[in-house]
């Protein structure tokens, strides 16, 4: 099992750059693909990016690509989104989510119904 605690929200302007983290506590970090997804008022939780267990396959929404880049630190039990040029479509909720299947495809990555453990997410607001 798996506890997974967001920080690094806040406030930025647009054109801006903010970067979240998600820190894990439990047993086998390392086999859990990693993903964030967000939430913006009145809307549905939408994927973002996601991260293999080793760091070896990433995905990203085209919506967020070539502007945000998602890490991992194994050794800190840490996932890292970083988000530069910012807009005011990015202002949500930031959650981070851990899935123990072992497929490398984006159906899988995407999809939130493959996410067992959630944190409580972190706001970012993007202003214009």
């Known amino acids: 099992q798996l506890q997974l605690v967001e920080s690094g929200g806040g406030l930025v302007q647009a054109g801006g750059s903010l970067s979240v983290s998600c820190a894990a506590s439990?047993?086998?970090?390392?086999?859990?693909?990693i993903g964030w997804f967000r939430q913006a008022p009145g809307k549905e939780r939408e994927f973002v990016a996601a991260i293999s267990w080793n760091g070896g396959t990433i995905y990203y929404a085209n919506s967020v690509k070539g502007r945000f880049t998602i890490s991992r630190d194994n050794a800190k039990n840490a996932v890292y989104l970083q988000m530069n040029s910012l807009k005011p479509e990015d202002t949500a909720v930031y959650y981070c989510?851990?899935?123990?299947?072992?497929?490398?495809?984006?159906?899988?990555?995407?999809?939130?119904?493959?996410?067992?453990?959630w944190g409580q997410g972190t706001q970012v607001t993007v202003s214009s």
């Open positions: 989510a851990a899935s123990a299947l072992q497929a490398l495809t984006y159906q899988v990555f995407s999809y939130e119904g493959t996410y067992i453990y």
């Open positions: 439990g047993r086998a970090f390392n086999t859990y693909i």
